[in-house]
């Protein structure tokens, strides 16, 4: 399983990006997705996650009501739109797949451990000025 994100830029303080994933394979949809960042000497931070069906999200509190993921089973993608990004949000941003047989979102502090997902991208960089 090959995972390849896009979608990052230099943007300024209140723009937007929209980050793609194209997940290699036929069993995309058996996968729940997330995004992770990562800053420099610091820890993959967990920013949100999807259900394999897409009828679950899950968001950390920094992103909610700014960020939203989404997915398309028929293209193996997933997508974080990203909006009024701030300085703060500059980082690394790398998707992640995790199979699943669960349909929905149970147990969320599950979806948050980078050490629960088997597969990741490369990562895309982005960078907000202020």
């Known amino acids: 399983v090959q995972l390849q994100a896009s979608g990052g830029g230099l943007v300024q303080a209140g723009d937007s990006l929209k980050l793609s994933c194209v997940v290699s394979?036929?069993?995309?949809?058996?996968?729940?997705m997330g995004w992770f960042r990562r800053v420099p000497g610091r820890e993959r931070q967990f920013v949100a996650a999807?259900?394999?069906?897409?009828?679950?999200?899950y968001y950390e509190d920094f992103v909610k009501g700014r960020f939203t993921i989404s997915r398309d089973n028929s293209k193996n993608t997933v997508y974080l739109q990203m909006k009024n990004l701030q300085p703060g949000d500059t980082a690394v941003y790398y998707c992640?797949?995790?199979?699943?047989?669960?349909?929905?979102?149970?147990?969320?502090?599950?979806?948050?451990?980078?050490?629960?997902?088997?597969?990741w991208g490369q990562g895309t960089q982005v960078t907000v000025s202020s």
């Open positions: 992640a797949a995790r199979p699943t047989q669960e349909d929905l979102i149970y147990y969320y502090t599950d979806y948050e451990r980078p050490e629960n997902y088997n597969f």
């Open positions: 394979g036929r069993t995309f949809s058996t996968y729940a």
């Open positions: 999807i259900s394999r069906s897409g009828d679950s999200t």
